[in-house]
């Protein structure tokens, strides 16, 4: 098994999602340059939090273009795993490999701060090991995370289980309160309808230790490292 | 060489040169300097350059110790923590900047400290920013002050959170000389392996100059271009003086720096800041006993036809200077074009110590390197104590019977308040060593590679500072020291930031004096050696100056992250302590100024400060390391503004998977007042809290480092009661105080 860890120039999340795949989750993992063009090496890739290309045009408008776009498609269609986190997520919202879009956050800032979300669908790739209804707290840091898309889209996400986390209170229920962003329907992540391409606006790879407050992110990585593993015997 | 352009006295005074000065440059040169040269020598010789008015004075601080590697003079100091990791740090101000354009006044304030650290060799993990702002309120400059500190906590958050830093504390403070004069300190904190440090030095004879980074413009050319037909007519419409900040490019720059770096084709390093080209040629150059020969026609510029002046004295952002090794240019310039950077060879190191600069193949400025550095002016600026008018200090509201309003107030006042809503705007947990998350008496930072982990906290007490120079800066540095203390980490050493209106007044001139004083003392006897930092004079706008603020940047060493102390309370039935006098002194608190709504100026006038101690505030600070290394509390919070009462509700308040506690307190009825007693802000006290089957050992602790010591309460239920002997005047819901507590600040700046 081998994760790749895309660096698009201003990412600045891709040496904390290397730590969390080598170190807590101890599995091989690369660092991936913008301009590959292969990723058939790899099992998952990871899309990491950060400004690629600065952002100053939209969150995730430049790097869709950059090389190694074409290839992160290409390897989705496959069937192989994608996790964009934060800005990662924006990049798969602009590229198409996930619909809708991310905007401004409501209140204008920038907001950085744990917040918790609620699995809402433990039939992906990426929470096969948490119960529905759980109650993850995982930090958010973005001024573009605000999700949004039209009633179809909304209804289609909603009927074909692609919401996969929505923003919370402590007890789990979802309300206006618990929205940090004014995302719709309190829409933290979502997934495609093939369930390999997860974007996430929280970044778990900010909880995957006690010392930082919360191992809930480890969950999603430990998810995900089980479903290559569980196939991977399968295929044998 | 040809002088085409005539210098008169206005010219000169337009370069913010005396006539003496300009005296002394013909007497230096032996004749009367080009224009390029007269700019050269004004940034090189200005205030902020060549700390003309400060040096005399800042040689009496202390500067050395054990663990010092790099002392003042280079971008940023060096400390040794062990196991061969150094921490590079420094603080820098741009006050001036942040008030005519607070966004990227403040951004490129950020941009540039961080290059400051990165140029050492240093990777950057954390900044913080120390902010002062007129009243939000203010009749007068009300809306102007909020617009000011929604752009610069806009600009930091902007050029932080791109870089990738995290912003992981630092302080917000109101004043109304602040009102014209914003304080906008940013401090930047990297780690670098001992061995792979790098110095500003433009060694080595015939060693080529690689330029890198940004292209030149004519972005934040000295504020004083003057008409002229040497000029381009285009080039004299009026530019903004402040410069633009690109935080990707500078991610880009650092990327691109690291890696240089580890090819070890570097000899020298230093980032283009104030005065671009020159300052960073001309102090590299000193450094090594060296000159440097620059050929502007090679300089990468983004705008046509600019001038030899135009260039030395651009202040564009993001642009570093390099000596490479001799023969070994290419490596360098391979690696800034992978990450899609300019580099390109501008000049060379020569033997003789002199800047030459060439432009279209005219030598179009020929000076003396000593000259521009070490040889600059130095004045000892007169120095007069101001008078005191000694009032009888009125106060303009009474005291209310109704202590639990007073405290809510309080609690709830501009200065007290939470600073939630600065600090979530700044990316706090990238890079995911954060461990002590903003709003504690310290940041805490780890050090993934070690058990390590680095505390840091920034300090300033303007007001202090103004009442009594010498004991308010003594007061600023032991409260630093008892902030990263209270985290569980020892303190190691300082960088400053000394902000304070004209030194060509005498009193603003003796206030400095006094400040270096007093911090020289404090520093010495904290052993907190002074490695960096930094001096801003002339902060005054329509003749009324800012108080005198040092700021203090204190960074401390944990051995162990499991050692790290925070400042909640944490367990029903934890018994509470004070290390340290239950009596307070109210003189200079913020209940004097809130309540009582006494001014600052009457403050200064009474001249009276809590009264300080030192050998006492290090007994206390000991016995708390001491208490924290042996794992014995659970928590620890220093007394600072708002006096005990507004401690204890802080550690009563809810944190990260912490919900809100109350607490039982009982004091002792004293000779002095109950407010004294709940607002008082006496240095050199410290609330803890542990288990009921620890306090014989922690009792015990305490006595061995001769701290006094009492308990005063139990953690319990959900509210906060304090009694005095048996009367019990306050007893608050924590919630609901907490909630006033958080959201007050947000408050201040949306009320019309």
């Known amino acids: ?236 | 060489m040809k002088t085409e352009f005539v210098i008169t006295d206005e010219v000169v005074a337009q370069h913010n040169l005396t006539k003496e000065e300009y005296k002394q440059i013909t007497e230096i040169l032996g004749r009367e300097p080009n224009l390029t040269e007269l700019g050269i020598f004004s940034v090189m010789w200005s205030e902020h350059c060549s700390y003309k008015s400060s040096k005399i004075h800042l040689k009496r601080l202390p500067t050395n110790g054990e663990r010092v590697i790099v002392p003042p003079g280079e971008n940023a100091g060096v400390v040794d923590i062990g196991e061969g990791w150094c921490i590079a740090f420094k603080i820098e101000s741009h006050n001036h900047p942040s008030f005519i354009e607070p966004f990227q006044g403040a951004a490129t304030g950020v941009g540039g400290i961080l290059r400051d650290v990165f140029t050492m060799g240093a990777r950057p993990i954390a900044a913080m920013n120390s902010l002062r702002f007129g009243r939000l309120d203010n009749p007068k400059h009300g809306k102007r002050n909020k617009s000011i500190m929604r752009g610069v906590v806009a600009g930091i958050a902007h050029y932080g959170n791109c870089f990738g830093v995290p912003t992981v504390g630092g302080e917000v403070f109101f004043d109304d000389s602040y009102s014209l004069n914003p304080l906008v300190n940013a401090f930047a904190l990297g780690i670098v392996r001992k061995e792979h440090i790098f110095f500003g030095k433009a060694a080595g004879i015939g060693n080529p100059v690689v330029y890198v980074g940004a292209r030149t413009g004519r972005d934040g050319i000295h504020g004083a271009i003057m008409a002229s037909a040497e000029f381009d007519e285009s080039a004299l419409k009026k530019r903004p003086t402040v410069q633009v900040g690109d935080p990707f490019l500078e991610k880009l720059l650092l990327e691109a720096c690291l890696e240089a770096m580890r090819s070890g084709a570097i000899e020298g390093i230093q980032d283009m800041g104030a005065a671009g080209l020159t300052s960073s040629s001309v102090e590299m150059a000193s450094r090594a006993g060296t000159g440097i020969e620059l050929y502007l026609d090679l300089v990468p510029q983004r705008e046509t036809n600019m001038t030899a002046y135009e260039m030395m004295l651009s202040e564009s952002q993001e642009r570093m200077l390099i000596v490479a090794k001799s023969g070994r240019e290419k490596e360098i310039i391979e690696i800034f074009n992978k990450w899609e950077l300019d580099a390109v060879v501008i000049g060379k190191v020569i033997e003789e110590k002199r800047l030459k600069v060439f432009h279209k193949g005219i030598l179009q400025a020929d000076l003396p390197i000593e000259a521009l550095t070490e040889n600059a002016p130095k004045y000892n600026r007169p120095l007069i104590a101001p008078k005191r008018r000694s009032t009888n200090i009125r106060p303009k509201a009474q005291a209310p019977d109704d202590f639990n309003e007073a405290f809510i107030t309080l609690l709830s006042s501009p200065n007290i308040c939470s600073r939630r809503w600065v600090y979530e705007q700044y990316d706090h947990m990238v890079r995911t060593n954060t461990v002590v998350l903003p709003g504690a008496d310290a940041a805490v930072i780890r050090i993934k590679e070690t058990r390590f982990a680095v505390s840091m906290s920034l300090d300033g007490n303007g007001k202090f500072c103004a009442i009594n120079p010498r004991l308010g800066a003594q007061l600023t540095v032991a409260e630093a020291a008892r902030n990263n203390v209270c985290v569980g980490a020892k303190p190691i050493a300082v960088t400053n930031c000394l902000n304070f209106a004209s030194p060509e007044r005498p009193e603003v001139m003796w206030s400095f004096s006094e400040v270096i004083d007093g911090m020289a003392e404090a520093c010495k006897f904290f052993e907190t050696p002074i490695v960096s930092g930094n001096v801003s004079f002339y902060n005054e706008t329509e003749g009324k100056g800012v108080l005198p603020t040092p700021i203090i940047g204190m960074i401390g060493l944990i051995e162990d992250t499991k050692k790290i102390v925070t400042q909640g309370f944490k367990s029903e039935g934890d018994l509470i302590a004070l290390l340290g006098d239950v009596e307070s002194e109210i003189e200079a608190s913020e209940y004097e100024q809130v309540i009582l709504k006494i001014s600052t100026e009457e403050l200064i006038d009474r001249g009276k400060l809590p009264s300080l101690d030192l050998g006492k505030e290090k007994a206390i600070q000991d016995a708390c390391l001491k208490l924290a290394d042996e794992m014995l509390i659970k928590s620890a919070h220093d007394i600072s503004e708002g006096g005990l009462a507004v401690a204890l509700a802080e550690s009563c308040f809810s944190s990260l998977n912490r919900k809100a506690v109350g607490a039982e307190i009982n004091l002792p009825e004293t000779t002095t007042s109950i407010e004294s007693l709940l607002f008082g802000e006496s240095p050199s006290r410290i609330i803890i809290s542990f288990a009921e089957e620890n306090l014989q050992k922690v009792e015990e602790t305490a006595r061995n480092f001769n701290c006094p010591f009492q308990i005063i309460g139990k953690v319990k239920g959900n509210k906060l009661k304090i009694n005095v002997g048996m009367k019990q005047v306050i007893s608050v819901e924590i919630d609901e105080i907490e909630n006033l507590w958080k959201n007050a600040l947000e408050g201040y700046l949306s009320a019309r």
């Open chain 1, 1 to 236: 098994m081998k994760y790749g860890v895309i660096v698009f120039p201003g990412s600045n999340c891709d040496h904390d999602a290397y730590h969390v795949i080598s170190k807590l989750v101890g599995q091989p993992v690369d660092f991936v340059w913008h301009k590959e063009t292969d990723l058939s090496r790899y099992d998952a890739v990871i899309l990491p939090g950060g400004f690629s290309y600065g952002d100053y045009l939209r969150a995730g408008a430049l790097a869709k273009f950059s090389p190694v776009m074409k290839a992160v498609k290409a390897f989705a269609d496959e069937g192989k795993f994608v996790l964009g986190i934060c800005n990662g997520f924006q990049i798969l919202c602009e590229s198409g490999l996930l619909p809708g879009a991310l905007i401004r956050n409501q209140n204008l800032n920038f907001i950085c701060k744990h917040v918790r979300v609620r699995v809402e669908n433990s039939n992906t790739p990426f929470t096969s090991e948490i119960p529905a209804g759980s109650i993850l707290s995982i930090p958010i840091a973005h001024a573009e995370g605000n999700f949004i898309c039209d009633e179809a889209v909304l209804t289609e996400l909603e009927e074909n289980n692609q919401i996969v986390f929505r923003y919370c209170d402590e007890k789990g229920e979802v309300t206006k309160e618990a929205n940090p962003n004014g995302s719709v329907s309190n829409i933290a992540g979502i997934c495609n309808r093939n369930r390999n391409v997860l974007g996430m606006m929280p970044h778990p790879e900010r909880a995957c230790e006690e010392i930082l407050g919360s191992t809930d992110g480890r969950e999603i990585f430990r998810s995900l490292t089980n479903t290559i593993e569980r196939l991977k015997r399968d295929n044998r």
